[in-house]
């Protein structure tokens, strides 16, 4: 369970000193640091549920959406998470893994969502469409739709089973929230096959 330092200050008001005992239980692992003021006592917490807190608004995204649903074959080694008017690229490391938070184009942000539980806890994660729209978002710019091809399916190894069965109709109305070269290639990609 996460725990803020206001509600551990409630907790252990009847000690003399709250933050010797904040530390105590650290050193005995009853409290994990997730940063600043805020701890987890569960020390076998999924690192997933743990992204939405550290850092808020924020949901799930990118290329660890895409491997929690088998898009993409790796395991990601840190745990992504879109946001917005953060300014810059935010990134927490802890017991439980890095985490890092990439912003979006806000007029993109609040759309296509899921709320998922894991272990009881509700999480927000992108929609398959949307991770993959956030990802392209954010890598650096292709100039051309052979170009963006062998992104998809040579450098990302995207699933190309799962692609076939994506919402393309979705994904082209989403790409005109986003300013990216990148996704305006994508989109008339997903035209051409649509027309086919």
Known sequence: MVK???????????YSNVYNKIAFEEKRHGLIKLKRG????????????????????SYIS???ALSYYGLIPERVYAIKSASFKKNKKKEYKNYFGLFLYQDINPNAYPYDINEIEIDGIKILIASKEKALLDLLSV????????????????????????FDELDEKKMIELCGLYSSTTLNIFKNYLEERHDK
């Open 38 to 57: 805020l701890y987890e006592t569960n020390k076998d917490a999924n690192p997933l549920t743990i992204a939405n807190i550290l850092l808020s608004p």
């Open 4 to 14: 803020t330092m206001d509600l551990l200050t409630y907790e252990y008001r009847d």
């Open 62 to 64: 990118f290329e660890t």
């Open 139 to 162: 890598v650096s710019p292709r100039k051309n739709k052979k170009e963006l091809i062998e992104l998809l399916f040579d450098d990302l190894r995207i699933d190309e089973v799962i």
